[in-house]
């Protein structure tokens, strides 16, 4: 697209928000600031390095066999830079223990350490990408239906300790860039049908995470995900929202919301305002579920959108950080990338350019036809030329001009593998 056209349609937008009392280059400045977190398991079905060749377990599936997954380490860096190279800004990437740089041979979960972990590191400083971490307790032998709830102590010290140490290495990874390492730890244990011992399982939850979190960090930060059900286990799961909410407040720890991991009419943006009163800071996990935890590529829908608004209402983007999760094995997955964080991006400048100064005032008036109305127009404010000028500012593609860039990609690189 021509610059002079974005340049014109931008300068008719800094005016009609202007009229709206919203000042464009102010959202600009502040859309520049968020990072978001890109999950590292797009761009191979959460596969992972430890085994590539092993059966993802543990209630989520990837569906889709889209050719030209990365098989590796490098296939992998190649490609979320590649996907990066299309998304405005300064992203960071969230890793899962299982992609460690294992140097080719097999370390379990109980032996990892910071130093399968050092080239990303250097990786992430080389290519300005801070790293954030998860510890990893599906797809494995001992990951059963329970981990860190398991009855059997081996199983569970094995889990404790695997989760002590992906600490250990967010903590080293926070040091090392110079920026807090966000941990998340999901767990995806619970039954299939019903269990007679909800509390038991509960009461060896809580006692593992105290156990995990006895240790203090100062470069790291945890926060603990809830989720309704999985696949393999509709009845319970251990890890409710209540579970977590509770322990979160209870021992000052973020709770991740993931947005496919409640009812489907449940509002998770609703959520924020209440946990910021209780919580230190809140965790994303924007997806997309349809019909279920599907994980499908996030768009800009109404759910994404509310949870924007909800975020910039309530003021607080220096205490949400936002991650992505979805896993879309049915389409080029560089593309899914690019799609879901350009889409979130867009849900962020919207609510950016909420004129909010007024509707509060109608607000406070109580003149809610006046609310309405202007909730209802500020939706067709040119809110694209901005996103547009964004784009154009951060060089890269302007508009649908990413497409045919990742076909040429599909073409001349995952295509071969
Ligand atoms: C699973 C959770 C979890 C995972 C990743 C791979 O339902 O959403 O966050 O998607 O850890
Ligand atoms: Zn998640």
């Not at 998860?134 to 329970?146: I, R």
């Not at 790291?220 to 309704?228: H, P, S």
């Not at 867009?346 to 109580?366: F, G, H, M, S, W």
Request: aromatic letters at 10%; charged letters at 25%.
């Amino acid at each position: 697209m021509k610059d002079e056209l974005i340049k014109k349609a931008f300068d008719i937008a800094e005016e009609r928000y202007a009229a709206v009392g919203v000042d464009v280059n102010k959202a600009l400045e502040d859309l520049q600031k968020i990072s978001l977190s890109l999950h590292c398991w797009q761009a191979d079905d959460v596969s992972g390095f430890e085994n590539p060749n092993g059966q993802l377990s543990g209630g989520i599936q990837a569906t889709g066999n889209y050719p030209g997954k990365a098989r590796n380490i490098e296939e992998l860096r190649t490609d979320v830079l590649k996907a990066a190279s299309y998304i405005p800004g300064t992203h960071r990437l969230n890793l899962h223990a299982t992609y460690g740089d294992f140097g080719g041979k097999f370390v379990d979960r109980d032996q990892i350490e910071p130093k399968h972990f050092q080239s990303w590191m250097e990786w992430g400083k080389e290519h300005n990408m801070k790293l954030d971490f998860n510890s990893t307790s599906f797809s494995h032998p001992k990951s059963g239906s329970l981990t860190l709830s398991n009855p059997d102590k081996e199983i569970r010290d094995f889990w404790i300790e695997h989760t002590k140490r992906s600490r250990a290495i967010a903590e080293a990874m926070g040091k090392y860039q110079g920026s807090p390492c966000v941990m998340n730890l999901w767990i995806h244990d619970g039954s299939k049908d019903q269990t007679v011992n909800r509390l038991y399982y509960r009461e060896l939850l809580k006692q593992s995470l105290d156990e995990i979190f006895a240790t203090k960090y100062n470069n790291m930060k945890d926060c603990i995900e809830a989720k309704l059900f999985g696949i393999g286990a509709e009845s319970y799961t251990v890890g409710s929202y209540d579970f977590y909410l509770g322990y979160g407040v209870k021992n000052n720890k973020m709770v991740t919301l993931d947005t496919g991991h409640f009812h489907l009419t449940e509002s998770i943006a609703d959520k924020i305002s209440s946990l910021l009163l209780f919580t230190p800071e809140i965790m994303l996990h924007v997806s997309r579920p349809v019909r279920w935890d599907s994980d499908h590529v996030t768009i800009m829908n109404d759910d994404t959108l509310d949870l924007a608004k909800e975020i910039i209402r309530c003021n607080a983007l220096d205490r949400v950080n936002i991650g992505l999760d979805y896993f879309d094995a049915s389409i080029n997955r560089i593309g899914a990338y690019v799609i879901g964080s350009r889409a979130t991006q867009k849900c962020l400048i919207q609510a950016l350019l909420e004129p909010l100064a007024q509707l509060r005032k109608y607000e406070a008036n109580d003149q809610l036809f006046e609310r309405l109305a202007l909730l209802e127009e500020a939706k067709s404010l040119p809110w694209n030329a901005v996103w547009d000028m964004f784009c154009l500012k951060n060089n890269v593609p302007v508009g649908e001009e990413f497409i045919a860039e990742i076909q040429k990609y599909e073409v001349d690189v995952t295509s071969k593998r």
